[in-house]
Structures are given as C-alpha cells and as structure tokens.
C-alpha cells in the first residue's frame, strides 16, 4: 500500500474515531478543521513535503502541521518545530485472537455504528483502553493507552485483540494505525508492519 492510499483510507475513518467531522481535501493532503483534543484547532495533513510552503497558508500557531513521506535529509519549515514522529503502519490479514485476561480484571465497551470503543479497569481505575472505527474493509486502531501503574502486564495486546476481534466479526480484514516508537513494537509483534513515518509539527513560538 502506497502512502496515498494510506491517508485517504485513514483519514474519514480516523475522523468516525474522534468523533470530529470529515476532513476537507486540500491539494497534496487534508484538513481537519476541527480536531478537539483541547490542545489544537485543526490539523493539515500532507502526503508529501511537496507543497510544505503553499500548505502553510492555511495555518496558525494554533494547529498541527503534519507531513509524510520523509526521506533522509527532511528539514523543517522555518518557525516549525517537531512535536513527533510516528509510524504508519499496516496489517492485511486481520484475524480472530484470543484473548486472555486475569479475573482482577473488568472489560467494558462502547458500541455506536461504525466505532467501538474497550476499557479494561482494576477495580475503579482505568488501566487500559483503546478505539477502532471501520468502514469499507479497512479499520482504523486509536487511542491505544495504558495507565503506567498496569504497564508491562500485556493489556495493550489485549484491547488490541478485543478490538482486532470486533472489526473482524464486522468483515474487516485490513487495518490501519500510527504508532509512537514506544507503541511500534507491540504492534509489530501482533504482525504489523511500518509502511512510513510521519512528522507531526507545532509553531516554535508555543
């Protein structure tokens, strides 16, 4: 999958996730004119750094400015600086898992059309939680987190399977996410594979 393909298969997809509306379709990329996250206001995506300049235009200090399709060398746009680097990542053949979770444990999910939603607590405490949404064969994994007092008890692999289970029993076998470098090996050992890496950049001046 090239990395076009990629966006224009993540992106309405990751808009049903959040629960924001469609992104509008901008030369070379997308804008999402709302993001509501509490932090920025929209989010311009581009496939390529083709365009970086002509892009810039419909920014302010006030939005994400993210950009695919690195190669070695990338600089950033003046006044820019990195917020991170994440990694798109794939997996075409999605199947059943089973899962395995310790009886301390309560699983609680969230069903709308389109999205679910899991929650593992420890008794009143949110241990683990994650979100897909799925339309047209393709899912879209988000929000995979963990609260560090429950880290290193194999609760993301969990929600990823819960998760991995329900899109599958909704006829979706390709799925689609972007990783932080810390997330990218739990993922590669539920067999996904990195196709590229993205930068997601903020106004030096915040």
């Not at 989010?43 to 002509?54: K, R």
């Not at 289970?165 to 470098?181: P, R």
Request: proline content about 3%; hydrophobic content about 40%.
């Amino acid at each position: 999958m090239d990395l076009k393909t990629f966006w224009d298969n993540w992106v309405p997809i990751w808009a049903v996730s959040r629960q924001i509306p469609p992104a509008k379709v901008i030369k070379n990329g997308y804008l999402f004119e709302e993001v509501k996250d509490g932090k920025r206001e929209q989010e311009l995506l581009l496939y390529s750094p083709e365009g970086m300049t002509e892009a810039e235009a419909y920014l302010s200090d006030k939005d994400y400015f993210c950009v695919s399709g690195l190669k070695e060398g990338f600089s950033v746009p003046k006044g820019w600086v990195h917020r991170l680097f994440n990694f798109m990542m794939i997996n075409n053949h999605l199947q059943m898992q089973a899962v395995s979770l310790a009886e301390k444990f309560a699983i609680q999910t969230e069903k709308s059309e389109n999205r679910f939603v899991v929650k593992i607590y420890h008794q009143q405490t949110l241990a683990s939680r994650g979100q897909v949404a799925y339309q047209n064969g393709y899912a879209v994994v988000d929000l995979i987190e963990t609260n560090e007092n429950y880290r290193r008890q194999g609760l993301a692999t969990q929600v990823m399977k819960l998760l991995t289970n329900y899109v599958v029993e909704n006829g979706v076998t390709v799925g689609l996410l972007c990783a932080s470098a810390q997330g990218k090996p739990l993922y590669e050992a539920l067999g996904w594979y990195v196709i590229g890496q993205y930068s997601r950049m903020v106004k030096a001046t915040i």
